[in-house]
């Protein structure tokens, strides 16, 4: 009843003027008022009309009407109607504002392709990954601008639950994933990300497994060779027995290396693995390392050390002696009969600088940014005579970058290496403090290369 009780009450008012005429002025008068009455009606009607369609043609320009009555309220209620929508849109906006401010910011590429797979919209991580540019590329069919024969596989399959795994289009050192997402009626996003360091991770992890396979098939098929021997010849002479038990020996302590130094490598890569601060003797340390390379040498090699510093370090003892002690022994294995290894360590801009110094066959520089890898060998039979895992320099590269320390090697074919394991200024001790410790090496031989 709220609308109806105006108009009714106007009506009920017309109709008691127009029977108010016709008692006092007669037929005429009464039907001259009510024809006056509609007239004015329809002419108010028409004019609130027109500047109800002009206000709707342009609602940000021109005014909203101002008027009493029926169309009061009407232009109230289109007006507060108005304002809900432009409150609505403004949010809208903000809303598609953001969502493309957080998709031109994801790192992976994205596409919205239309029911006939055009493009609509892409982010820029999309023109890394896929080549597409949004300006250039907006209702362009995706099939012309990607051609390769298992994207449009993949494409026409629409399985959203399948992913394509493939190469940049215009990247080929870039492996990606592909996806198809439902978006919206009839729409697909097409999302690309970027895996190429979990393909790289992978391939390491495939490498490493056939790495360790391959260092454990050697020594486990000599040693049961010679079990098998000696099981079915019991009366071998007992020189020749000995051999068989010495080799296995040597063949088991070469295993037991290897898994040694596996924990060591697991150790350090655990994130439970707290790293320990203590005072480290680096001079007491360097000493110590000769001591093992003259014992590891066994008179091969002139060995030197050289220390223009007194100063200390603060690390983990164990850890240090183990990347320090790797770098020595292995300047000991590769260095031929009568040649020089020489241990320093000094100071040099606040940095403190371990080095080991020898007169080997020194390494090729394409064979340096790969010394580090695990199992990586320049000379790999060679490195297996020498008793070597191919995990030292693993380990040594972890135990640094652990004491946000680095290994410079400097090296060339026939002049020899150094390797430099360089500690920053924040680890050094101006001086040995009377705390710092030197603990012993193990009985086991460092075996590392």
């Known amino acids: 009843m709220g609308f109806w009780w105006r108009p009714l009450s106007v009506l009920a008012g017309v109709l008691l003027v127009a029977l108010i005429l016709w008692a006092a002025s007669g037929l005429v008068a009464a039907l001259a008022f009510l024809a006056g009455i509609q007239a004015f009606v329809m002419l108010r009607r028409l004019w609130q009309e027109f500047r109800l369609a002009r206000w709707l043609e342009s609602p940000d320009e021109v005014e909203p009407p101002d008027a009493t009555g ?16 432009k409150a609505s849109r403004s949010e809208l906006t903000s809303a598609l504002e953001q969502f493309e401010h957080a998709a031109q910011a994801v790192p992976d590429g994205m ?3 239309n029911g006939s797979e055009q493009i609509e919209w ?44 493939c190469k940049s289009p215009i990247n080929r050192e ?72 010495d080799l296995m020996l040597d063949h088991t302590r070469r295993m037991q290396r290897l898994l040694d130094d596996l924990l060591t490598l697991s150790r350090l890569e655990s994130e439970e693995h707290v790293l320990k601060d203590e005072n480290v003797d680096v001079v007491a340390l360097a000493r110590a390392l000769a001591a093992e390379a003259e014992s590891l040498s066994r008179g091969r090699h002139r060995i030197h050390v050289e ?67 695990r199992f990586y060998r320049v000379d790999r039979s060679r490195s297996r005579e020498t008793g070597g895992t191919g995990l030292g320099l693993a380990i040594v590269k972890h135990v640094l970058t652990r004491h946000g320390a680095r290994l410079d090697i400097q090296s ?31 009985e086991r031989e460092q075996a590392v290369g």
Not at 70 to 85: A, C
Request: aromatic fraction near 8%; include cysteine; charge should be neutral.
């Open 122 to 165: 892409c982010n820029p991580a999309s023109r890394k990954f896929l080549g597409l540019d949004c300006e250039r590329d907006r209702g362009q069919f995706i099939r012309y601008l990607m051609r390769q024969a298992p994207f449009l596989e993949f494409l026409d399959a629409a399985d959203f639950s399948r992913r394509l795994i």
């Open 174 to 245: 870039v492996s990606l994933s592909l996806q198809l997402v439902p978006f919206g009626e009839g729409k697909k996003l097409l999302v690309a990300r970027d895996i190429t360091d979990l393909e790289r991770v992978d391939a390491m992890r495939r490498d490493f497994i056939a790495n360790v396979s391959h260092e454990l098939r050697t020594p486990l098929t000599v040693v049961g060779g010679f079990v098998e021997t000696l099981a079915d010849a019991s009366d071998l002479p007992p020189a020749e027995t000995q051999r068989y038990f």
């Open 412 to 442: 060339a074919p026939g002049k020899g290496s150094t390797f430099s394991a360089v500690f920053p200024a924040a680890r050094v001790q101006a001086h040995n403090p009377a705390t710092a410790q030197v603990i012993p090496f193990p």
């Open 307 to 373: 220390t223009a510093s007194d100063a200390g370090l603060r690390g983990s003892l164990q850890e240090i002696r183990s990347a320090l002690g790797n770098l020595v022994s292995n300047a000991v294995r590769y260095t031929p009969e009568g040649g020089e290894i020489t241990l320093a360590w000094k100071l040099r801009e606040g940095e403190g600088v371990f080095s080991v110094t020898d007169t080997g066959e020194g390494v090729a520089a394409e064979h340096i940014p790969r010394l580090t890898e």
């Open 111 to 113: 596409v919205i392709l």
């Open 70 to 85: 029926t169309w009061g309220d009407i232009f109230y209620r289109l007006q507060k109607l108005q304002k809900r929508q």
